[in-house]
């Protein structure tokens, strides 16, 4: 932790201030200074056990409900018409196929604009060079001359 910083959870000049002020405006403000003071090197902490309890309720809570990204409860037989199903599981299967291409074009339409972008900063980059050695400053030390 910043040990520098102003408002800390400690007992400094400021954070005593702080309590006394929030007393005489609002009592709630100050008990919640008091708190600040006491318990707030254990926020970190805190927020840690916090954040790993929701998560592992999710986590079971998404594997009572079929494993399954966005889509819910896996329901087999959920109609009970057996021919519905089986094309509703062959419609998600093929959903899932299209999605999964999306996301690779996506990924190499990211690619190629990273590449515009890079041939953009090299060009970009050489002529900064050129003008500048038309101007007679010279190579810059460290920079191989292009």
């Known amino acids: 932790m910043n040990q520098s910083a102003l ?13 006394v002020l929030g007393f ?11 708190a600040y003071i006491v318990f707030g090197d254990r ?3 805190f927020k840690k056990d916090a954040n790993e309890a929701v998560d592992g309720a999710f ?3 998404r594997g009572k409900c079929g494993g399954r990204r966005g889509r819910g409860p896996s329901f087999r037989s959920a109609t009970g018409n057996v021919a519905f199903d089986d094309w509703r599981e062959a419609e998600l299967a093929r959903l899932d196929e299209e999605r999964r291409k999306l996301d690779e074009m996506r990924e190499e339409f990211d690619a190629y604009v990273r ?3 890079r041939a953009k900063d090299q060009e970009e980059f050489d002529r900064f060079m050129r003008e500048r050695r038309a101007a007679g400053q010279g190579d810059v030390p ?3 001359a292009t």
Not at 24 to 34: E, I, S, T, Y
């Open 7 to 19: 408002i800390r959870p400690d007992w400094t000049p400021a954070t005593i201030a702080l309590m």
């Open 142 to 144: 460290g920079f191989p």
């Open 59 to 61: 986590a079971s809570w």
């Open 115 to 117: 590449e515009l972008r």
């Open 24 to 34: 005489v405006v609002f009592w709630p403000l100050g008990l919640a200074m008091l």
């Open 43 to 45: 926020l970190k902490t």
